[in-house]
T-cell receptor, first 118, second 115 residues
């Protein structure tokens, strides 16, 4: 299994508080992603990183920020948590972009953080 | 924004039956991946299809990429209780662009196979 650790695994927080989720990898992969998973929506991309200090927004980035100061760590921050951000958050890593013959390299996922905002 | 419509959302069948899960889009994808996810864990890659019309087999699972690279299907023959889980299709951006490895996921299919 790819070395990806998400912390915490579970968190309950109150509306309006800041929350930071951590993703740590031991694979030295260049690309890292944060997704959220909600029933009926599959996985939706929040933010991604293509190198240290290189990050960009995904399709559901409002209310979230990220930082990547080291290759191995990718932090997701909910600046002021809302109930709509109650979800399961997954970090994923990828070694490379795909070529025309092989397609994208697979995403390797952590085991998720279940966040409840009350 | 590229969208992937996956169907059905829920599938409950008896052991030994066959089933097909569909993944459709109006957009062209450079490749498509299928993942399987079990409760409390992250998705795990099953297969990647790259070429239009490509068919890949993984034991009792058959994956097909549409000729136009807009759709894909997963067919399971003689399903077993161990096949139970959430199946997700995911498309990579169209060829020629810089996608940074991002994937667009379908909504998922929850499969339950009863003994």
């Amino acid at each position: 299994d790819a070395g990806i650790t998400q912390s915490p695994r579970h968190k309950v927080t109150e509306t309006g508080t800041p929350v930071t989720l951590r993703c740590h990898q031991t694979e030295n992969h260049r690309y890292m992603y944060w997704y959220r998973q909600d029933p009926g929506h599959g996985l939706r991309l929040i933010h991604y990183s293509y190198g240290v200090k290189d990050t960009d927004k995904g399709e559901v980035s409002d209310g979230y920020s990220v930082s990547r100061s080291k290759t191995e760590d990718f932090l997701l921050t909910l600046e002021s948590a809302t109930s709509s951000q109650t979800s399961v958050y997954f970090c994923a890593i990828s070694e490379r972009q795909g070529g025309s013959l092989t397609g994208n390299s697979p995403l390797h996922f952590g085991n998720g953080t279940r966040l409840t905002v009350t | 924004t590229q969208l992937l419509e996956q169907s059905p959302q829920f599938l409950s069948i008896q052991e030994g039956e066959n089933l097909t899960v569909y993944c459709n889009s109006s957009s062209v994808f450079s490749s498509l991946q299928w993942y399987r996810q079990e409760p409390g864990e992250g998705p795990v890659l099953l297969v990647t299809v790259v070429t239009g019309g490509e068919v890949k087999k993984l034991k009792r699972l058959t994956f097909q990429f549409g000729d136009a690279r807009k759709d894909s299907s997963l067919h399971i023959t003689a399903a077993q209780p161990g096949d139970t889980g959430l199946y997700l299709c995911a498309g990579a951006g169209s060829a020629g662009g810089t996608s940074y490895g991002k994937l667009t996921f379908g909504q998922g299919t929850i499969l339950t196979v009863h003994p």
